[in-house]
């Protein structure tokens, strides 16, 4: 079976899923209300972040592909809780500066064109700085083995050390 | 064994393909030349494209993660051969307006902010169109199957219909 699949970033933000015999053209829209190539999406409710974080959840997983990919936005203060995933994750970092760390290892600071490798099953965090936004693109790879698992917040003391 | 890789673009396009101990921020050098988040790259001097386009080749394919990203920019006129992917391709388009065919369908229009997914073994193009330029990230998925098998060029008959 031969399918096109061509959607915009905002119309999956939308709630869009597909579209096999057209093209959603939103990027108009976008440009109107941000800079930004892909538009922040939704702010994130759950309790796998702290501070005021947006998803723009680009591709969802199938199984063809086997990844997703998702454009996050922190705000300075933001950063998502210490997990680790089963398949692996690769982050490009596409605006501001932020914060990485694996545990055990020191907070590394990230900023625009930074590309980062996050192996499967390696517990991390990443997010903003204190007084930084950061905005990447979060590919997560292999997602035929599992996603993310999601463990404990990172605390203010852990995220101080973001400068 | 846990492994850090933060790596930036422009690093990797020059020859840097991994850092364990420390982030290379090559941003700023990048922002001197280019408004672009990833910088275009290295002119592709090989015969799969038509005209001049530009490779950033971001993420070099491994077998833990199992994709490989380039970001591609088509000046106008540009564009690949007919082709196809073994483990299939995530586009996403940065910049500009382009083209994207699937064989023995008409040709689409793709802009800023559009994601196209191209499934295993479909054969298509993609590339600017005759009067603009385009950029995107191609992320090839499923890397562990196969990569990219190249067929014959596009025809100026074949490309005269993007637009």
Redesign the interface.
Same mark, same amino acid.
């Given at each position: 079976m031969?399918?096109?699949?061509?959607?915009? =970033?905002?119309g999956?933000a939308m709630g869009i899923s597909s579209c096999n015999n057209g093209?959603?053209?939103? =990027?108009d829209t =976008?440009?109107a209300t941000t800079d930004m190539?892909?538009p922040k999406g939704d702010k994130i409710t759950n309790d796998n972040f702290r501070g005021t974080a947006w998803l723009n959840y680009?591709?969802e997983n199938?199984s063809?592909?086997? +990844?997703n990919?998702g454009s996050v936005t922190f705000e300075p203060g933001a950063r998502t809780n210490w997990h680790y995933h089963k398949g %692996?994750q690769?982050l490009?970092v596409?605006?501001g500066k932020g914060s990485?760390q694996?545990r %055990?290892?020191s907070v590394? +600071? +990230?900023?625009? %064109?930074? +590309?980062?490798?996050c192996?499967?099953n390696?517990e991390h965090w990443h997010g903003a700085t204190p007084t930084d936004a950061m905005t990447h693109?979060a590919?997560g790879?292999?997602t035929n083995i599992g996603g993310a698992v999601w463990l404990e917040p990172v605390t203010d003391e852990q995220f101080a050390h973001s400068k």
């Open positions: 031969r399918v096109l699949i061509i959607v915009s =970033a905002i999956l093209i959603e053209h939103h =990027a =976008a440009k190539i892909f680009l591709v199938d063809v592909h086997n +990844i990919i %692996g690769i490009l596409t605006e990485y694996e %055990g290892k590394k +600071i +990230i900023q625009e %064109g930074d +590309i980062i490798k192996p499967p390696i693109i590919i790879t292999n």
